[in-house]
């Protein structure tokens, strides 16, 4: 049914229930008889207006029980100028008004008098029906065990069954309804209280006091104790299929379900809710890992790809992409990764330039001369010198004791340290012998 067909479908139920309701004598009455109260209400303070007021009450009477005051109460408020009903019955029952304001509404109500016994369009209070029969009472003396309304009570067009308050059932109301349970009761009264919401009959308001389980639960034994049940929710969005249209997905409730405007997680291709874990389908570059989840997958992992050279490869959501590595960028003309010129040019060492080499070499000295330079003497070439050899046969020596004392042979523990302390003045040693030379000779320059 479209959107057009359930307005027009609303408005003529309306249209219906305005008119049942206007065609109803009883509540026709009832609406007069509470225009004339409250008018008497709002007029009760009121006095004779202008003139002398003392010869007027003297004359007419008091305002309070004057026709007056019944005149203007009718025409301002017993009825609205557009309730035909109303005023149609007020024009037929004027005169049992005015009998009723003149001698007896201190002794009968108007409702009883004019509408119960002159109009005879309702029943007295309890009673219902065209005979106006008593509403149903049972053993308890209270209309529908005080647990519900009779339907119709004071109306002549009424029933008379009983409509039970929320939590109570039977014919007179004396029972628990569903979805509630008895938790006292007498010769005259019951009290009901609610189950849990997963249960539809009970004997207790725990999950596992259940009898039976509501619409859109699902009845389990309890491993813990055969005698209860346990009611679980039903799943219908993974359970059934095709509930919701499209542009919308299916959102389990407790108990039932809802259509929810959506838009599936990017990982998904189908859904019923709005999470990478509500998948029915995986996007392309994708994978369900277990069931409704989906995973992206690492294509990297495999190793098998980006093999160019300084390439590595980089991950992403369904995909991957092969970049250069640190300190690398892709040339243009052979999309080769090369090294970046501008980093290796801050990285690549200074070479030292030792004053008087190139001289020397136009000399003809031979290689492995040491050449004398303004402030110091520099090998000429790169071969080891005595010292080192010396300082890298100490080193050697060195880690083999530290590697014999790494089993925890506390001998062994101790040479190394021994060592390393003897190393540590021989050097010390050096330096000094050398901080001596430099300021002898500097002493002798002076």
Known sequence: MNKSSQLLVLAL???????????????????????????????????FEGGDVAWEEKKLGKYKTSETRLVEVLETY?????????????????????????????????YDYLCVQEAEVCCPEGTFGPECQECPKGDSGKICYGRGTCSGDGDKEGTGEC??????????????GEGHFETFRNDTYIMCSLCHNSC??????????????????????????????????????????????VGTYCLNN????????????????????PLHTNCFGCKAGLIMRQPFVCQDIDECSSGAICLGMYEVCVNTM???????????????????????????????????????????????KPEGERVETGDAVEPASDSL????????????????????????????????????????????????????????????EL
């Open 200 to 245: 539809a009959t009970c004997k207790g308001n725990k999950s596992n006091e259940c009898i039976t389980c509501k619409a859109g639960f699902r009845q389990e034994e309890n491993i813990d104790n055969e005698d209860e049940i346990k009611c679980t929710d039903i799943n219908e969005c993974v359970e059934k299929k095709n509930l919701c249209s």
């Open 78 to 110: 017993a009825c609205s100028k557009d309730n035909h009903k109303c005023n149609a019955l007020l024009e037929e029952k004027e005169d049992s008004i005015y009998e009723w304001y003149n001698k007896l509404q201190d002794d009968m109500s108007l």
């Open 385 to 444: 010198s005595d010292e080192d050899i010396k300082r890298l046969a100490v080193a050697f020596v060195i880690c083999l004791i530290g590697t014999a004392a790494a089993k925890g042979d506390l001998i062994w523990t101790a040479l190394f340290f021994v060592s390393l302390l003897c190393a540590g003045l021989w050097w010390a040693a050096d330096k000094s012998d050398q901080l001596m030379d430099h300021f002898t000779k500097h002493h002798r």
């Open 163 to 176: 409509i039970c308050n929320e939590g109570y059932g039977g014919e007179l109301c004396n029972d628990c």
């Open 13 to 47: 139920v309306s249209a219906f229930v305005l008119i049942a309701s206007a065609d109803n004598k009883c509540e026709n009455c009832k609406t007069l008889a509470k225009g004339i109260l409250d008018g008497l209400d709002k007029t009760k303070k009121k006095n």
């Open 318 to 364: 369904g995909h991957y992409r092969c970049e250069c590595a640190r300190y690398f960028r892709r040339d243009e003309s052979t999309g080769q990764c090369q090294p970046d010129p501008n980093i290796y040019s801050r990285m690549a060492p200074v070479s030292r330039v030792v004053p008087g080499a190139d001289k020397a070499k136009q000399e003809g």
């Open 254 to 273: 407790e108990g039932s379900y809802s259509c929810e405007a959506w838009r599936c997680h990017p990982f998904c291709t189908k859904c019923y809710g």
